[in-house]
Each structure stands twice: as structure tokens, then as C-alpha cells.
């Protein structure tokens, strides 16, 4: 009679140990599968690498309002008688946003 009780209850202790581990097993699995899906999402990083680009468009009549709002950012060509871009940084500027919301010709663009 002690050996079947003692035979049972190592039968049992076996029995959950294997269930157990298979339960360690899946949670493993499940954090790696978590841990892959926050891999393989885009990071923030990547994004920012999509930088606009400040362009002046050939619809630029040449008035110079730009210029005047945004010596940062844009200049007059005596030549060709229009605006031309020379900084490509600080896009985010007020005086950036005031002369392209200004431009009477919707010439200028972020691209
Ligand atoms: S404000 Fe517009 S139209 Fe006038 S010079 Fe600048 S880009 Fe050209």
C-alpha cells in the first residue's frame, strides 16, 4: 500500500514538473514573438531620416517677400530675377512658415 502512495506521488510530481515546463516552454515563445514584433515596427529614428526639402518652384515671380520675411532661408538672384534657397536648415523657423504662407505666387515648398 506505501509503495503505490509513494509510486503515485512521484508519478503526480512528474506529471506537474512536465506540465510546467511546457508552460515555461510557451511563455518563452511568447516573448520572443513580442520581442520580434517590437523589432520589426519602424522606429522613430528611421522616420526622421525622411527630411523635407526647402525648394522655390517656377512660379516664383521674383517679388522678394520671402527674402524680406526670411533672410535665413532664401535670397534674391540678380540674374535670374527670383528667389533662390541657401540654407536648408531650422526648417521649422516662424519667419520659414510666415514667407512660404506669404508668398503670393505659392512658389515656395517642403518637399
Ligand atoms: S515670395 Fe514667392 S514669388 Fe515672391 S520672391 Fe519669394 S518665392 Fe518668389
Excluded: W
Aim: charged fraction near 25%; proline fraction near 1%.
Amino acid at each position: 500500500m506505501n509503495k503505490k502512495k509513494i509510486l503515485l506521488s512521484l508519478l503526480m510530481m512528474f506529471a506537474v514538473s512536465a506540465i510546467g515546463g511546457c508552460a515555461s516552454k510557451r511563455n518563452e515563445k511568447t516573448t520572443e514573438k513580442s520581442e520580434h514584433k517590437k523589432n520589426s515596427q519602424p522606429d522613430n529614428a528611421a522616420k526622421e531620416v525622411l527630411v523635407k526639402r526647402l525648394i522655390i518652384t517656377d512660379g516664383c515671380i521674383g517679388c522678394g517677400l520671402c527674402f524680406n520675411i526670411d533672410r535665413e532661408h532664401f535670397a534674391m538672384s540678380e540674374y535670374e530675377q527670383k528667389a533662390r534657397v541657401i540654407s536648408q536648415a531650422n526648417l521649422n523657423s516662424y519667419f520659414l512658415q510666415a514667407a512660404i504662407k506669404n508668398c503670393s505666387s505659392a512658389a515656395i515648398a517642403l518637399r
